[in-house]
């Protein structure tokens, strides 16, 4: 059985075609390389001993998309990571990220009803909740209007999905929410690979530790939380990996409770990101420079998922502790400088 995996050059991507692997699926990559670069394959490769076929196109092409299906018949179900994901690029560039995160969607959900592919796991985020009113939030609580373009594509494509499955019976559609994926592959053969400066905690506390950045910024210390700064749920990228085998498991062998679902997938645990920075420091012995800052736009205050559904659903748990994940995270870093 072989799997689409659209996006699968890219930082989560890379790591669910591992465990697909791993777990005994063939795997074709579809990416642009708008985020990534083809030398992720050769990590793949190095853990897994397989090089993934790979396909470069550019998934917003329906024609193109088409055209993959009909060379890959045998494409049983897609995972579908393929998304432009910069939260403050979104604002500045609406355009392209509603063309680029919709269509690319569409396009591959037409192609699977055209080559009659039932199963599609999404990747989602917990953008979609925003600043819940009561914590920690679980599937069934309401999501709110997005704060950036990029949420907004979040929030339309779940719709998509929930659209098309009430119509294409045969069909099976997934979403996860990923909470806050950090970390890396344990033997440093891929990971994140942050584009200029990055927005994202994990990534700038690493190059800043490592001498490229000068000082972390804490964004804000005012916030309700016991420390007064901000809480995530921090969800390691191989758990969030094992996710996505479980969930199209769960697809394939038609144990889904109905054509369209979706699922937290986080620890189930809130750290704020002064308890984040300790963590990091408990884990590696380094010291993380860092200034408390004010708050950053847009930020919401806290947010942890409850999990119960997926742990009872997919039987899926998250299971690498928080100072394995930030020592990978360090691991990773260090190696992206040899
Ligand atoms: P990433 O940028 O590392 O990977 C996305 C990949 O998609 C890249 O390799 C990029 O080249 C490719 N891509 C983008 N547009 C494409 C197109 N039109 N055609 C072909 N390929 C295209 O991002 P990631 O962190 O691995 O995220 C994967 C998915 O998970 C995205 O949908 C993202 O929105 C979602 N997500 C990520 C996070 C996070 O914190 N990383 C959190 C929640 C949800
Ligand atoms: C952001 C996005 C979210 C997206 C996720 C992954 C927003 C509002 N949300 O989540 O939609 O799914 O990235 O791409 O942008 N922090 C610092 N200093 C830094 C960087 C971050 O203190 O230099 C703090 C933030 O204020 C936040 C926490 O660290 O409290 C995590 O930040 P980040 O890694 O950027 O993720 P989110 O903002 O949670």
């Known amino acids: ?61 329906g024609e193109k998309v088409r055209e993959l299906f009909a060379r ?50 999404f990747s ?19 999501r709110k209007p997005a704060e950036s373009p990029y949420g907004n594509t979040k929030t339309m494509c779940e719709d998509i999905l929930r659209d098309v499955a009430k119509v294409e019976q045969g069909m099976n559609l997934l979403a996860l929410r990923y909470f806050n994926p950090i970390g890396a592959h344990p033997s440093a053969c891929i990971g994140e690979l942050p584009n200029g400066v990055p927005n994202n905690l994990i990534p700038y506390l690493t190059q800043t530790v490592a001498g490229i950045r000068e000082q972390l910024s804490v964004f ?6 016991p420390d007064g700064s901000a809480i995530r749920d921090y969800i390691d990228v191989v758990d969030l990996a094992r996710a996505h085998v479980v969930a199209i498991r769960r697809l394939m062998e038609g144990k889904n409770k109905a054509n369209y679902e ?3 997938i986080g620890t189930g645990n809130g750290l704020s990101v002064l308890e984040l920075i300790r963590a990091f420091e408990r884990a590696t012995g380094e ?17 942890w998922a409850d999990t119960t559904l997926a742990n009872r659903e997919l039987g899926w748990k998250a299971e690498v502790p928080i100072e394995e994940t930030l020592a990978n995270a360090w691991k990773w870093q260090k190696h992206l400088m040899e």
């Not at 200034?291 to 950053?296: H, L, P, S, W, Y």
């Open 287 to 303: 010291k993380v420079n860092y200034k408390i800052v004010g708050r950053r736009a847009g930020d919401i205050e806290q947010v």
């Open 1 to 61: 059985m072989k799997i689409l995996v659209t996006g699968g050059t890219g930082y989560i991507g890379s790591h669910t075609v591992v465990e697909l692997q791993q777990s005994g699926y063939e795997v074709v990559i579809a990416d642009n390389l708008c985020n990534s670069n083809a030398g992720v394959l050769d990590g793949i490769a190095r853990i897994t001993g397989v090089r993934p076929a790979f396909e470069e196109l550019d998934l917003t092409e």
């Open 220 to 225: 804000g210390d005012d916030y309700h939380t």
């Open 124 to 142: 989602s985020s917990c953008t979609v909740y925003g600043q819940a009113d009561v914590l920690p939030v679980t599937e069934q609580t309401p």
């Open 262 to 264: 979706y699922f937290n």
């Open 72 to 121: 890959h018949r045998d494409i049983g179900a897609v995972i579908h990571f393929a998304a432009l994901k910069a939260v403050g690029e979104s604002v500045q560039k609406p355009l392209e990220y509603y063309r680029n995160n919709l269509n690319s969607l569409m396009n591959v959900l037409a192609s699977m009803r055209e080559c009659g592919v039932k199963h599609l796991v």
